[in-house]
Nanobody, 124 residues
Framework: QVQLVESGGGLVQAGGSLRLSCAAS????????MGWFRQKPGKEREFVAT????????IYADSVKGRFTISRDNAEKTVYLQMNNLKPEDTAVYSC?????????????????WGQGTQVTVSS
């Protein structure tokens, strides 16, 4: 069992930055791929970014590439999402997730464990 708790969401003006954190407990963190997903009102959950077990491989959605950075600290059992140059269309509930999969970690169906989510609101 893995428990995930996100923090760092909030209200920010367009062009600003936020750093989301996701603290994990339970199963060995370093054996899991980690991902960030977001869900906008009335829309389906969408992939944002993922990082592999060791932290050396990252994948981003085209909509956030160059603005967001995912990273992890296996010693602290934490994954981060640094979000820069935020846009109003980034407004969503952001959730972190953990997966035992090695491939196809851009799909939410590959993730077994999910956090409760944190709201990010970007004003224009």
């Amino acid at each position: 069992q893995v428990q995930l708790v996100e923090s760092g969401g909030g209200l920010v003006q367009a062009g600003g930055s936020l750093r989301l954190s996701c603290a994990a407990s339970g199963r060995t963190f370093s054996t899991l791929a980690m991902g960030w997903f977001r869900q906008k009102p009335g829309k389906e959950r969408e992939f944002v970014a993922t990082v592999n077990r060791g932290g050396g491989t990252t994948i981003y959605a085209d909509s956030v590439k160059g603005r967001f950075t995912i990273s992890r600290d296996n010693a602290e059992k934490t994954v981060y999402l640094q979000m820069n140059n935020l846009k109003p269309e980034d407004t969503a509930v952001y959730s972190c997730a953990a997966s035992a999969a090695v491939f196809d970690t851009t799909s939410p169906t590959m993730y077994r464990y999910w956090g409760q989510g944190t709201q990010v609101t970007v004003s224009s």
